[in-house]
């Protein structure tokens, strides 16, 4: 039986390893040779929007708008959704518009039925861009001066309808560290990045909410966001969207295109996961499955290990022993070359056990009819 717990330790913690480093060269195909045009001049660059849907985003509003307008080599415009803030976001935009003339406030309008908040103010601030591309980022997001150019410039090369990168993520408090990296280990241990870019099924839809580049012809193809206007989880439904229509999409690695703060502090680490998690893994049909591939790379490892010292094993010892460091490789390499927490890489066993405890209790609300608030809404109110 020890032998047996060490053997399956090690085959759940080889798949995800494999998986991760081979995803990893593919998820990080936009590199740096490639250097933006020098002096382009500015009625050739290209045109974009920057468009962003706010509530309650006085703390960081300004510092997103002055990111975005430091873009180079593209025609950019700013536009910005109020959605009935209840601080200054309005006035701040309204400050920044004043003096610059590429920034616009438009005010959302009342959330009608059936509509996530998100949603409707993306299909909003679509309607109002004037470019024939577009990009919805967070309020959190804070872009790079090369970033929307390079962007651009794959989404061009792949020919791509919606385009998706992951910011670099920002984490200061230690369950930040832990929990936040788990989108890239379960987005690159579990998602075949070539089948996902060969193929157009769209049960292999991954994006990253926080940005998404498309094209105007895409959106409007996909069914823009009204396609999914009752989700909270923009980030694999969006793509789903544009794939059942036979748009292809792609995600990639955006950690030197922007940052990213998601959230601050473990209270809204907690709601933030819980909010959209019936939408992902906490789903029930797929949770029985997700619970066992990521206790069984995770902690599985260490009770094998635990087990096999106190039965003093050598094989099994050995074993154990390699399964735990492949638990481990995803989140160390991630740490390195995706400037994520080593904290958080460290803890990953903990981390794994917080994270799945979390998708079950996002089911147990779900079936008992309860919603998690976010910015002061739960799904339509």
């Not at 040779?33 to 500015?42: H, Q």
């Not at 020919?159 to 990168?165: E, F, T």
């Not at 680490?269 to 619970?291: D, M, Y």
Request: contains cysteine; positive net charge; hydrophobic residues 45%.
């Amino acid at each position: 039986m020890t032998l047996f717990l060490a053997i399956a330790a090690l085959v759940l913690t080889s798949f995800p390893a494999a998986m991760f480093l081979a995803n990893l060269r593919l998820f990080q195909c936009l590199g740096t040779d490639d250097k933006p045009p020098s002096n382009t001049d500015a009625n050739s660059a290209p045109q974009i929007s920057v468009l962003v849907p706010a509530r309650d985003e006085a703390t960081g509003i300004g510092d997103c708008i002055q990111a975005a307008l430091s873009s180079d080599n593209v025609m950019i415009e700013v536009i910005v959704l109020d959605d009935d803030s209840s601080d200054s976001t309005a006035e701040i935009v309204t400050g920044i518009a004043q003096s610059d003339q590429r920034v616009r406030l438009i005010r959302g309008r009342p959330l009608p039925t059936g509509w996530n908040g998100k949603q409707h103010a993306c299909r909003q601030l679509a309607d109002a861009a004037t470019s024939d591309r577009f990009v919805f980022i967070d309020a959190d997001v804070r872009l790079k001066p090369d970033g929307l150019w390079r962007l651009m410039q794959y989404q061009d090369q792949t020919d791509v309808g919606l385009l998706s990168a992951f910011p670099h993520q920002i984490t200061g408090t230690w369950l930040e560290k832990w929990l936040i990296p788990m989108m890239h280990f379960i987005l690159l241990c579990y998602l075949p990045f070539s089948r996902m870019r060969s193929h157009g099924d769209a049960s292999l839809a991954a994006g990253c909410g926080q940005l998404f580049l498309s094209t105007r012809d895409a959106y409007r193809k996909a069914g823009t966001h009204e396609a999914i206007k009752q989700s909270r989880h923009d980030g694999v439904k969006l793509p789903r969207a544009y794939r059942s229509v036979g748009i292809m999409t792609d995600v990639v690695d955006g950690s030197g295109l922007a940052d990213c703060r998601m959230y601050r502090g473990a209270a809204e680490v907690v709601r933030g996961v819980l909010k959209n998690a019936i939408e992902g893994i906490a789903n029930p049909r797929l949770i029985v499955v997700f619970t066992v591939l990521l206790l069984g790379c995770s902690v599985l490892p260490l009770i094998a290990l635990a087990v096999s010292v106190a039965e003093r094993k050598p094989i099994a010892i050995a074993i154990s022993t390699l399964a735990l460091v492949l638990a481990h490789a995803p989140r160390l390499v991630a740490a390195a070359r995706l400037r994520q927490s080593w904290f958080g890489a460290v803890c990953h066993v903990p981390a794994t056990l917080v994270f799945v405890v979390l998708q079950w209790i996002a089911l147990a609300n779900h079936l008992a009819g309860r919603q998690v608030a976010w910015r002061g809404r739960t799904e339509s109110t």
